[in-house]
């Protein structure tokens, strides 16, 4: 009966990181998917400047 109890302690354990560790790769992708966003919108910015700036001349 020992065994049953010390296999599902082990079981937890794992499920509880497995868990852990899931939720910290979800908060790092959607933290580079943010700064993603900004750089691209940056990125337009500086592109529309410079077709305005060409059309200029």
Same mark, same amino acid.
Not at 39 to 48: F, N, T
């Given at each position: 009966?020992?065994?049953?109890?010390?296999? @599902?302690?082990?079981? +937890?354990? /794992? !499920?509880?990181?497995?868990?852990?560790? @899931?939720?910290?790769? +979800?908060? /790092? !992708?959607w933290?580079?998917?943010?700064?993603?966003?900004?750089l691209?919108?940056?990125?337009?910015?500086?592109?529309a400047?410079?077709?305005?700036?060409?059309?200029?001349?």
């Amino acid at each position: 009966m020992k065994k049953r109890g010390t296999i @599902l302690a082990e079981n +937890i354990i /794992f !499920i509880t990181l497995n868990i852990l560790f @899931l939720v910290i790769l +979800i908060l /790092f !992708i959607w933290k580079q998917g943010a700064g993603a966003i900004v750089l691209e919108q940056s990125y337009a910015k500086q592109i529309a400047l410079l077709v305005d700036s060409t059309n200029l001349l």
